[in-house]
Nanobody
Framework: QVQLVESGGGLVQAGGSLRLSCAAS???????MGWYRQAPGKERELVST???????NYADSVKGRFTISRDNAKNTMYLQMNSLKPEDTAVYFC?????????WGQGTQVTVSS
């Protein structure tokens, strides 16, 4: 098994920035990972993914504002979020496809005030 712990969420004004971290309890070297978010009353949606060779993918709504990255030496994935908008308010979850099974973190709240 692998445990994921997200951190870095908080309250920020529109136009501000936050950096989320997702720390894994096991090596992430060969695993694809991703960030998802869920706003109140809405379904969980993809934000961004990163493969084991660092290829990235973004939802159209965050392209040009968010950057996903990973540090395999620290077993940690990041999401740099710039130019935040109120519609980015959600609980952000990270996941990892580890040995064929998908694991999720507990989530971190991001609130963007207008």
């Amino acid at each position: 098994q692998v445990q994921l712990v997200e951190s870095g969420g908080g309250l920020v004004q529109a136009g501000g920035s936050l950096r989320l971290s997702c720390a894994a309890s096991r090596s992430i070297f060969s695993s694809a990972m991703g960030w998802y978010r869920q706003a109140p009353g809405k379904e969980r949606e993809l934000v961004s993914t990163i493969t084991s060779d660092a290829s990235t993918n973004y939802a159209d709504s965050v392209k040009g504002r968010f950057t996903i990255s990973r540090d395999n030496a620290k077993n940690t994935m990041y999401l740099q979020m710039n130019s935040l908008k109120p519609e980015d308010t959600a609980v952000y979850f990270c996941n990892i496809l580890w040995l064929g099974r998908l694991y999720w973190g507990q989530g971190t709240q991001v609130t963007v005030s207008s």
